[in-house]
């Protein structure tokens, strides 16, 4: 089936520094990513969807200077957390949607990234 | 709101047992989707049911829709240890793509 890889898989830091993560499809074409964030036993937020080339679209409350999403190809996405500050901890979840097959039906996600900020 | 409300919230049961865990949502849909995630791991999905049928089986999955009473069922027969996980529907609110998903059920399934 289809890959999605992410990387890191946890990552900490201190408060004031940026955070990169990368989104990549392994196997197939991307057309639209979405990132999420995840709080301890909590359900996945959906906080932006971006498509290849475009602008990423931001959901209601979510900075889009704080969390800068890049989706330079139709295999990579990377979120960027500026200035983390410690109430930005939380499990970041990229996936990943293609074209044709049964890449367009479902979601693909990667394994997720723990961002601990200090 | 937020579509996609499982419940139980969480579901102890012993292997070999079935487990059976339900959702509701509040809009129309294309398809409701059941994805499992390990503990600190991404989720995979499990299993697609369209709007327009009632009930899919995949190996020990069973999952049905009432979009009547906008809610999905998701059975697991004869659970496993290996089954213990958190479960999540999720439905698309008629647009593709973008999912939206619910609490989730976290299953422990004990040897």
């Known amino acids: 089936g289809a890959v999605v890889s992410q990387h890191p898989s946890r990552v900490i830091c201190k408060s004031g520094t940026s955070v990169k993560i990368e989104c990549r499809s392994l196997?197939?074409?991307?057309?639209?990513m979405f990132w999420y964030r995840q709080f301890p036993k909590q359900s996945l937020m959906l906080m932006a969807t971006?498509?290849?080339?475009?602008?990423?679209?931001?959901e209601q409350g979510v900075e889009k200077d704080k969390f800068l999403i890049n989706h330079a190809s139709l295999t990579l996405s990377t979120l960027t957390v500026t200035s983390a500050h410690p109430e930005d901890s939380s499990f970041y979840i990229c996936?990943?949607?293609?074209?044709?097959?049964?890449?367009?039906?479902?979601?693909?996600f990667g394994s997720g990234t723990q961002l601990s900020v200090l | 709101s937020q579509q996609g409300e499982e419940d139980p919230q969480a579901l102890s049961i012993q292997e070999g047992e079935n487990a059976t865990m339900n959702c509701s949502y509040k809009?129309?849909?294309?398809?409701l989707q059941w994805y499992r995630q390990n503990s600190g791991r991404g989720l995979v999905h499990l299993i697609l049911?369209?709007?327009?049928?009632r009930e899919k089986h995949s190996g020990r999955l069973r999952v049905t829709l009432d979009t009547s009473k906008k809610s999905s069922s998701l059975l697991i027969t004869a659970s496993r240890a290996a089954d213990t996980a958190s479960y999540f529907c999720a439905t698309d609110g008629g647009s593709n793509y973008k999912l939206t998903f619910g609490k989730g059920t976290l299953l422990t399934v004990n040897p």
């Open positions: 196997d197939f074409q991307a057309t639209t």
């Open positions: 049911i369209r709007s327009n049928e």
């Open positions: 809009t129309s849909i294309n398809n």
């Open positions: 971006s498509n290849e080339g475009s602008k990423a679209t931001y």
């Open positions: 996936s990943a949607t293609g074209t044709g097959g049964t890449t367009n039906e479902k979601l693909f």
